[in-house]
């Protein structure tokens, strides 16, 4: 009944930028943490960047001063700016929130729902 959308993954020059967004869709009450996460060809996935409704975020130690998690209350989105590209950034991004909607029966939250993954690839 809720859903997330990734999109703006892309082949990209190390150092170049791209920018993820991540729309959430449903009868959204309110989205409380947001995260994005990316998983690499062989690699556990691993938390990348984090926000909470709060605004508080949090960032992995290899992209910070690099990339940047922002999010549009109104618009159920959030964002990942990505500057300065390495190729060790290359994998699949995924979206995760924690979304609190409305349904027939009341409202109810869907915890660590994830979205479909888009691919960034950065080449040397």
């Known amino acids: 009944q809720v859903q997330l959308v990734e999109s703006g993954g892309g082949l990209v020059q190390a150092g170049g930028s791209l920018r993820l967004s991540c729309a959430a869709s449903?009868?959204?009450?309110?989205?409380?943490?947001m995260g994005w996460y990316r998983q690499a060809p062989g690699k556990q996935r691993e938390l990348v960047a984090a926000?909470?409704?709060?605004?508080?975020?949090n960032y992995a130690d290899s992209v910070k001063g690099r990339f940047t998690i922002s999010r549009d209350n109104a618009k159920s989105t959030a964002y990942l700016q990505m500057d300065s590209l390495k190729p060790g950034d290359t994998a699949v991004y995924y979206c995760?929130?924690?979304?609190?909607?409305?349904?027939?029966?009341?409202?109810?939250?869907?915890?660590?729902?994830w979205g479909q993954g888009t691919q960034v690839t950065v080449s040397s």
């Open positions: 995760n929130a924690d979304i609190t909607y409305d349904t027939t029966y009341g409202r109810a939250t869907a915890n660590n729902l």
């Open positions: 449903g009868r959204i009450f309110s989205i409380n943490a």
């Open positions: 926000t909470t409704s709060g605004g508080s975020t």
